[in-house]
């Protein structure tokens, strides 16, 4: 039965009913991503967001109200918000639920849109129209205009939705880089997707999943409108910062601005999530450290994004306490997790890591970022889709990676796994030091993996090159701490 106001069993009810429509239209959304960047992630990213959200709602007791239900919707789903998407719309919820009050109708509703889609247009330092931010603002102006012309909730509902859908191409083809590959902006269509289970929920269906008839067939933009839609950066950071009860979203947005493009900042309860795309991850880290850092995660843009077939090869993560060797490690296409000095990475923040493999067996080198007790737990955990190897430091887990990535789908993981087990290692304070040592190593070998603590010039690349004659010789770092300079022969 149709409904005038929203109780919590409705909120929840949404909740559900988007999650399960953005399962549904994941592929298709996946398939018109081409900006900001071509990485055909946005179905995936909003897709994981809001199950983070909807998490949160099934922690609630059964008789929790509607505004407790949206703020924990909206908390939820910035914890675990992904991509450039999922932090968009998380603040988008969060927004929402701010205005809903204890028992919203249309004027709250109507309210509600409108504040989401400032919030929005504010979590961004470079807002672009033509994108989700301009639909979120037609939903807004809509539904003002029909509350104030006193329509019921669901009638104002399905008329905004009827008219966002209508407008939908023509606000995307006012973005240069939607228009020239001929798609829908894809977080406009993930937000139709939820905003259409709100809809239905209102509207009082047996069935409030969306309908989806209107998603647009698959398409995969072409090298031309790759290149147009990837400039921030090659990597992706994302970040959670604690920064207590200051603002830290204005700070951070603007010198992140700095670093990369693609800037999303949100916040909630003294939590602030963090995105950009970037050339220098390890500047975008330091820049974070405004609060205490944590679930840092370093990523290749063209690396996959969650939505590997199952019947591809082993993900890989990395753990790192070093931010300089994230961008090395991820180039090599793992997932990377950087421990900050003021927060240890848990299981919790790897097994994030592992959902954004998309993979359904996962190698793990836990690096020098990953205590015992959180290996333990992350096995109890995942039991047979995980496999730690014994990687704990910067040189194994990078001759590991490197192992890792020449196997390709021939067995990386047997790859990885001898490639340690051969390992022979040395350690000097200097070039002259490591040169000698190097010479001495005995046996066959094909690789020679240096990790340095300090940068290297050219000189004293060139003299370690020569050390070992034809083997091809892999620099790692500069790490910024501990030994200053380790070798291992593969």
Do not use: K
């Amino acid at each position: 039965m149709a409904t005038d106001r929203l109780d919590g069993a409705a909120v929840r009810a949404w909740a559900h009913a988007a999650l399960v429509g953005l399962q549904r239209a994941r592929a298709s959304i996946d398939a018109v991503n081409v900006f900001p960047v071509a990485d055909s992630d946005t179905g995936t990213n909003v897709l994981l967001t809001v199950t983070g959200g909807v998490e949160a709602v099934d922690r609630l007791a059964a008789d929790a109200g509607p505004d407790e239900l949206a703020v924990a919707f909206a908390r939820g789903a910035m914890l675990a918000a992904r991509g450039n998407s999922g932090v968009i719309l998380s603040q988008y919820l969060a927004g929402l639920a701010r205005t809903l009050g204890a028992e919203p109708g249309a004027d709250e509703v109507a309210a509600g849109l409108a504040n989401a889609a400032r919030s929005a247009r504010q979590a961004l330092a470079d807002p672009q129209e033509g994108t989700v931010l301009t639909v979120a603002d037609e939903v807004a102006q809509g539904a003002l205009i029909a509350a104030g012309a006193r329509a019921s909730l669901p009638t104002m509902l399905a008329e905004v939705l009827d008219d966002a859908h209508r407008a939908l191409a023509t606000i995307s083809a006012a973005h240069p880089v939607l228009r020239r590959a001929h798609v829908l902006d894809a977080g406009a269509c993930a937000l139709l997707v939820v905003l259409g289970a709100l809809a239905r929920v209102a509207a009082g269906e047996d069935d409030a999943v969306p309908d989806l008839d209107w998603l647009p067939a698959a398409r995969a933009a072409d090298e031309q409108e790759v290149e147009a839609s990837a400039e921030g950066g090659a990597y992706e950071v994302m970040a959670l910062v604690r920064g207590g009860p200051q603002d830290l979203g204005s700070e951070l947005r603007s010198t992140l601005g700095t670093v990369g493009d693609s800037v999303a900042v949100v916040g909630a309860d003294g939590w602030w999530h963090v995105h950009v795309h970037t050339d220098d991850p390890e500047g975008a880290i330091a820049l974070a450290a405004v609060g205490v850092r944590e679930q840092v995660v370093v990523r290749l843009l063209e690396g996959s994004h969650g939505q590997v077939p199952e019947t591809s090869g082993p993900g890989l993560v990395v753990c790192t306490a070093s931010p300089a060797l994230a961008p090395w490690f991820a180039a090599a296409g793992a997932v990377t997790v950087v421990r900050c000095p003021e927060a240890p990475v848990t299981a919790e923040h790897v097994t994030r890591a592992i959902t954004d493999t998309g993979a359904s067996r996962v190698v793990l080198l836990p690096g020098d970022g990953l205590e015992a007790d959180e290996i333990d737990a992350l096995v109890r955990l995942h039991g047979e889709r995980i496999v730690v190897l014994d990687a704990h430091d910067p040189l194994r887990a990078g001759v590991a990676a490197l192992a890792f990535v020449a196997a390709a789908e021939a067995g990386p993981e047997r790859a990885a796994t001898a490639a340690l087990a051969r390992l022979r290692a040395v350690e000097a304070d200097d070039v002259a030091g490591l040169v000698s040592r190097v010479a001495a190593l005995v046996g066959p070998g094909e690789n020679l993996t240096v990790v340095h603590r300090d940068p290297l010039d050219d000189d004293a690349r060139g003299a370690v090159e020569a050390a070992r004659g034809g083997l091809e010789v892999t620099f790692v770092g500069p790490t910024g701490y501990g030994t200053a300079l380790v070798a291992g022969m593969d």
